[in-house]
Structures are given as structure tokens and as C-alpha cells.
């Protein structure tokens, strides 16, 4: 592999910190040199095998492996998914005459850059306040928290065990994706039981994610969350104990109340559709190139 498209995967990998939306930026730039130097099959392999967890690199790189034209298309839609998703979360979310001065209570979990733009777009259109947690070891959540209150959003901060009581009241959750399956989302672990406590609650729970973060039914299988490393957790554990690190989990989506898309507002049940679309939109060499049969 040249050497300056070795040192853009070398830093794709060690980003840890950022989300898939940030992540497939970078992706999509490396790829685009890969396609003009004709070293497409192996960049696109090795941007999917540095970040497994990420539907969107997966779909950025069977676009690239389809071609130029397809692979432009991509890049061309994924330009425009964040304005999409902002102006259908405020069809959803946004201005309720009906309930005054009253803030806008949310509650997300980690820092998904698409979140964060959607309660930004929120609160410009009326008063929004936020709770989240820390989302521990990375703190991504504190992250969130920053910078929304740097914008002047009020945001109450919890550990992570402890977000259930932010429900009390609230109107909605809003969280991110890694991936979308046609029966699962996979999002930062600790997601499963708030969309669990959610429902228990009838807190309405919803998940941000354009159509690049679905995973077309080739994918399934081979896009795979890796766990972080155990010392982020407990860097010296006593003789006896092991830890894990586990980042993410899947959710199942029936604990989901609708996906905010840059397609509009789609129920649950509508995954499956999504997922096989984005499949017949490809040639099968794509599949193949990138190493999957």
C-alpha cells in the first residue's frame, strides 16, 4: 500500500473516540484516493478490518469497491444526510405549541455527532434541556455535555448506572448508531437497558442514524464491535480478577419507538426494507472485493 494511504488507515485506526458519522468522513477521503492510485481492494479491506464495528466504513467500502459512479453516489448522499436527518428530527421533535415556555427534556447516552447537531438544531427552535451520562472509560459522554452547554443547552450529567433516573419527566431519547440490522441496533453498551427502562416508562426512544449506518444483509456477520481494552477499565487488577471492555451492544429493535433517518421518520419494521435496498443497490463484485462471498 503507497505510503501515505497506509499513514491515513494508520490514523483511522487509532481513532478511538470519534463515531461512525466522524469516522466515515475519513474513510471516504482515503477511499477516494485509494480508487484514483487503483489500490481500491486493499484500502477498502483495510479500513473495514481497523474499524469492524462500523456500518457506515462497510458501506463506504463496497461503494468504492462497486466503482466510481457508485462510490460518488455514496459520498454525494452522505454529503447530505446530516441536513436531512437535523430537518426531519425537527418534524419529530421540534416547536409544540401546545406545551408553551416548557423545555424540551431529552436523554442520550455517549456522544454521537448526529445527536449532538439534531439537539442543536432543537434548541434554536425552542428552549431543549439534556441529560446524559458519563459514558465510561472513553467519557464520550461527558464530551456531549461540553459541548452542548457550551452552546448554552442545559445539561445535567449522570454516571452511567444511574441515567434510568433521568427518565422521570423526559420527553424523548435520542440516541446514535455504529449499525443498523434489519432486527438490531448496535450503540454504546448501557443502551439495551435504558431502551428497556424507556419503554417500561413510555418515554418515546428514538435512533438517529442515515441510511450509510444500515447494514445490508452481505454485511451481516462480518461487522463486528471489537472490545476495547480491558486496562481502560482497571489498569492493574488484583491476581484473580478479569475485566472486559466491552463498548458496545446490540439493542433489539422493538424496544425502538422510530429511526430518525435522512429518509424521514421510519418505523422499526421498516429496517428490513432499508437494509435489503441498500444490498440491490450494489453489484455482487462488490461483495466479492472486498472479500466477501
Not at 20 to 33: G, I
Not at 44 to 55: K, S
Not at 111 to 133: H, N
Not at 146 to 168: Q, S
Request: aromatic share 4%; hydrophobic share 50%.
Amino acid at each position: 500500500m503507497d505510503e501515505a494511504l497506509q499513514a491515513r488507515v494508520d490514523a483511522l485506526a487509532a481513532d478511538r473516540e470519534s463515531g461512525a458519522s466522524v469516522l466515515v468522513q475519513a474513510a471516504v477521503t482515503v477511499l477516494r484516493e485509494a480508487l484514483a492510485l487503483g489500490a481500491t481492494q486493499v484500502v477498502a479491506r483495510a479500513v473495514c478490518a481497523v474499524q469492524p464495528g462500523m456500518a457506515p466504513i462497510w458501506n463506504a467500502a463496497l461503494a468504492a469497491c462497486a466503482g466510481d459512479e457508485p462510490f460518488e453516489r455514496f459520498a454525494a448522499r452522505l454529503a447530505r444526510a446530516p441536513r436531512a436527518l437535523t430537518r426531519f428530527g425537527l418534524e419529530v421533535l421540534g416547536p409544540r405549541p401546545e406545551t408553551g415556555a416548557a423545555p424540551l427534556r431529552l436523554v442520550t447516552l455517549s456522544g454521537s455527532a448526529q445527536v449532538a447537531a439534531l439537539v442543536t438544531a432543537l434548541a434554536q427552535a425552542g428552549p431543549v434541556q439534556v441529560a446524559c451520562s458519563e459514558s465510561r472509560p472513553g467519557l464520550d459522554g461527558r464530551g456531549l455535555a461540553l459541548r452542548l452547554a457550551a452552546i448554552g443547552i442545559p445539561v445535567t450529567c449522570f454516571a452511567d448506572a444511574a441515567l434510568g433516573h433521568a427518565l422521570a419527566g423526559a420527553d424523548a431519547v435520542l440516541v446514535g448508531a455504529d449499525a443498523v440490522a434489519p432486527h438490531w441496533f448496535r450503540h454504546r453498551s448501557g443502551t439495551r437497558m435504558l431502551a428497556a427502562l424507556a419503554m417500561r416508562e413510555g418515554v418515546p426512544f428514538y435512533v438517529v442514524a442515515s441510511r450509510d449506518t444500515f447494514l445490508p444483509p452481505g454485511l451481516l456477520g462480518h461487522v463486528e464491535a471489537s472490545e476495547g481494552p480491558p486496562g481502560d477499565v482497571w489498569a492493574d487488577p488484583p491476581a484473580g480478577v478479569s475485566v472486559r471492555n466491552p463498548g458496545c451492544e446490540p439493542t433489539p429493535l422493538d424496544l425502538v419507538t422510530g429511526l430518525i433517518t435522512d429518509a424521514g421518520l421510519l418505523p422499526p419494521e421498516a429496517a428490513p426494507d432499508v437494509c435489503q435496498a441498500l444490498e440491490a443497490d450494489l453489484p455482487p463484485s462488490a461483495f466479492l472485493n472486498l472479500g466477501i462471498s
